[in-house]
DNA sequence: ACCGCACCCTGAGCGC
DNA sequence: TGCGCTCAGGGTGCGG
């Protein structure tokens, strides 16, 4: 699942695909979920246009369009950006993939699932928008609108500091990984990290925020800080769908120490890690190491 | 203001 | 073998 590791990288590796090439042609799929602004508007908007700055805010990839308009994506769960000389199996679907003989699984052939190409007057690579399950999102905001998805994210968690976050856990009942996963707090957290920061932190994910004292604090936001940028260094996490924009998978998932380990021993103390619900997440911890 | 929860979607994995 | 059920989860929006 995309987090902002994943959004980074594939920010850095679409920028050269995307940024500064007039773009000839959208190529849609129907309306669905997944287009906030309709398919016909983003054909009409796009064409001729040329993205002149790519940047992340949170989770979302943002788009300066030379007409003005600001182009945002989010890959939501199982959101694939890539240029279309990208090779991978988690490209294909695993019932077209086993069909298929291994020298077979290479070029991409756009599915059901490819809601956006982006063709470009070099003729060169396309940049494509393939997703699942569809809870990415594709949006355009026309010059001088703001985004009310922007406005609510909060400081982007790469800048997490102990003081913020010892401010924002004031009053709140909610648990801690709840409020690490509020993007109006932290934007660009998500399940992995969080559980993973809070093991490093030492700090169960069910404990209420307001409990968590300063030093605490001090310890998820420098935990936090550090897994995020390893994850970049590495290549983001490639659980599920998840891949880089080259087709590449990331290395990340290899230092996981609690995240999808439900029962495995701990690296640590060789407790078993926990499984859990809380904030309606999937939650793992290790019932030794964190209190 | 804050919190919990339903909803959107579809493939994987499981039980029968 | 194959069907049908359940689960996964980011973000939004609603009701309490």
């Known amino acids: 699942m995309p987090e902002l590791p994943e959004v980074e990288i594939t920010r850095r590796r679409i920028e050269p695909l995307l940024v500064g090439r007039r773009i000839t042609e959208v190529v849609t799929g129907p309306p669905s979920y997944f287009f906030i602004t309709p398919p016909?508007?983003?054909?009409?908007r796009l064409r001729g246009a040329v993205v002149t700055k790519l940047e992340r805010r949170g989770k979302y990839i943002v788009g300066s369009v030379d007409n003005g308009d600001s182009l945002l994506l989010h890959l939501g769960m199982t959101g694939q950006?890539?240029?279309?000389g990208a090779r991978s199996v988690r490209l294909l679907s695993s019932t077209v993939r086993a069909s298929l003989s291994p020298e077979e699984q290479g070029d991409f052939v756009p599915d059901l699932h490819t809601h956006l190409r982006f063709r470009f007057e070099d003729e060169g690579p396309e940049v494509i928008f393939r997703d699942v399950r569809k809870f990415g999102k594709v949006m355009l905001t026309p010059p001088g609108e703001s985004n009310p998805r922007l406005d609510r994210l909060g400081r982007d968690a790469l800048l997490v500091?102990?003081?913020?976050?010892?401010?924002?856990?004031r009053k709140r009942k909610t648990p801690i990984k709840a409020v690490l996963l509020d993007q109006s707090v932290l934007a660009g957290c998500g399940n992995i990290y969080a559980d993973e920061a809070l093991f490093h932190a030492g700090v169960r994910p069910g404990r209420r925020a307001a409990r968590i004292t300063r030093?605490?604090?001090d310890?998820?936001?420098?935990?936090?800080?550090?897994v995020l940028e390893r994850s970049i260094e590495t290549g983001?996490?490639?659980i599920s769908d998840y891949i880089a924009p080259d087709g590449s998978d990331g290395q990340f998932q290899d230092e996981r120490r609690v995240?999808?380990?439900?029962g495995e021993a701990c690296f640590v103390c060789e407790s078993p890690i926990?499984?859990?619900l809380v904030a309606q997440r999937g939650t793992h911890y290790c019932p030794q190491c964190q209190s």
Not at 40 to 44: A, D, I, S, V
Not at 161 to 169: C, I, V
Not at 219 to 226: C, N, S
Request: net charge positive; glycine share 8%.
């Open 40 to 44: 016909e508007r983003l054909r009409e």
């Open 81 to 84: 950006l890539f240029g279309s």
């Open 161 to 169: 500091s102990g003081e913020h976050l010892f401010e924002a856990t």
């Open 215 to 217: 030093r605490e604090c």
């Open 219 to 226: 310890a998820i936001a420098a935990e936090l800080k550090r």
């Open 236 to 238: 983001g996490s490639s």
């Open 259 to 262: 995240y999808a380990r439900t």
């Open 274 to 276: 926990r499984r859990k």
